[in-house]
């Protein structure tokens, strides 16, 4: 008897304190929910969104939002445990420092009604994109005031020294997306970052909202925590270990964010370097089930593999091509051709880049400039060339291997 009691003083306990775990709001690990009815019935607004997106893509698309969902399951039970931690609690809220909020704030302002429909491709299913749109003013993009390539670089070195700081560890960019705009009704379904995406934050732009769009994130102990935000704010987070979304529907107009991704390099803030060993990457724990997947997927090792988007600014014709960024391209030929060819650290030149990020229009203008098709990075130690590298990441058939094989580029593996 007096067990019993102590059993349900205990629940009821739990439920006031909205204090639970996974697979309650959303699937995390499974889809066996955990809660009951705390949370009112969320088998129905679950089973509603995956439905929407079969519905949207018809039979053979359906196949794909099943196998993508799956692929978010086994993503958000691999990555955490085998991810290096560096911060006590995975994610932190603070103000952005200003000249970064000065620098999104006023980017918005001049360029938020030339937003454009964001493509998500068949069959995602991280956002109920076929039922609430998405849109990006995108930083990207050449055509709007003040974007491009220049202005991205200017982010993240702005960015940089406040997520150093928050995990004592260098940096280099891996990514930057946004601005996007979520509308009503937009869910976010809860995820890791694929990998490089490991040291981040997320910057509120701008809102239009009846109540506060929650974040909700895992901490260390699985727990759920929701977090609020307001133009401004800035979630730091370690997105490739900490789950993170926005189960509940968006209630309101619009909800503008920006996202900046960096990885550690492997060298401490105060000075010295983690014990790493050159081909794999600092931030993924040895003999955990990421490192295999990882192993898999990059063959030919993590500083190789690695872009020189690396260093901001330095290098803005690898950036340039890494992205696909023509028009970035053109201004820096137009200032100066040979930084169309210049060699990083790893010996990678912007073909490199273009080539892996499997982007033809650029390929082909890099090589109308003269690129040589057939140059092997890592300055003769067991470098790769262009067409290597094309069939490694896309295969045979992609656009890209095939205009290389048509100018006869030659393949120089790094076992050759
Ligand atoms: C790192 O963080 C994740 C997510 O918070 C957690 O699941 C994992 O156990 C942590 N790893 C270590 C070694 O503490
Ligand atoms: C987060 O907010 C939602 C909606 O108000 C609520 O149902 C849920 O219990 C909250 N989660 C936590 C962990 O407090």
Known sequence: MKLLCVGLFFVVLTANAADFGLDCSWPIHSTDWKCGDLLGDRQVVYDHYMQGCREKWGTQGAKRCDANEADRLEMTRRQPQSMVNYTSTGFKKIKAPPKVWDMLSSYWERNKDDRQLENWGKGNIYTNNWESETYMVSVDNAGLRGGGQKFKNDIWNAVRPTIEEWTGMKLQPTSLYGIRVYTEGAI????????????????????????????????????????????????????????????????????????????????????????????????????????????????????????????????????AAAHGDLESLREIAAENKRALHLKDKNGWQPIHEAVRAGHLDTVKYLVEQKADVNSVTNFGKGGVSPYYISLQNHGYEHPVTEFLSSLGAIMVGPEL
Not at 246 to 268: D, S, V
Not at 288 to 315: C, D, F, I, L, Y
């Open 188 to 319: 976010l379904a809860p995820h890791v970052d694929r990998l490089p995406l490991v040291s981040s934050c997320i910057i509120n732009v701008a809102q239009d909202v009846e109540e506060p769009w929650l974040l909700e994130v895992y901490d260390r102990h699985d727990r759920a925590v929701n977090v609020t935000m307001e133009p401004g704010d800035m979630v730091l987070y370690e997105s490739g270990s900490l789950t993170h979304g926005r189960p509940y529907p968006l209630k309101g107009n619009f909800y503008a964010n920006i996202f900046i991704h960096f990885e550690p390099t492997g060298e401490r803030l105060n000075g010295g370097w983690v014990e790493y060993d050159d081909f794999h990457p600092p931030y993924i724990q040895p003999n955990s089930p990421e490192m295999e997947n990882w192993e898999r997927r990059n063959p030919a090792g993590w500083k190789k593999q690695s872009p020189s988007v690396a260093a901001p600014g330095v290098h803005e014709g690898h950036a």
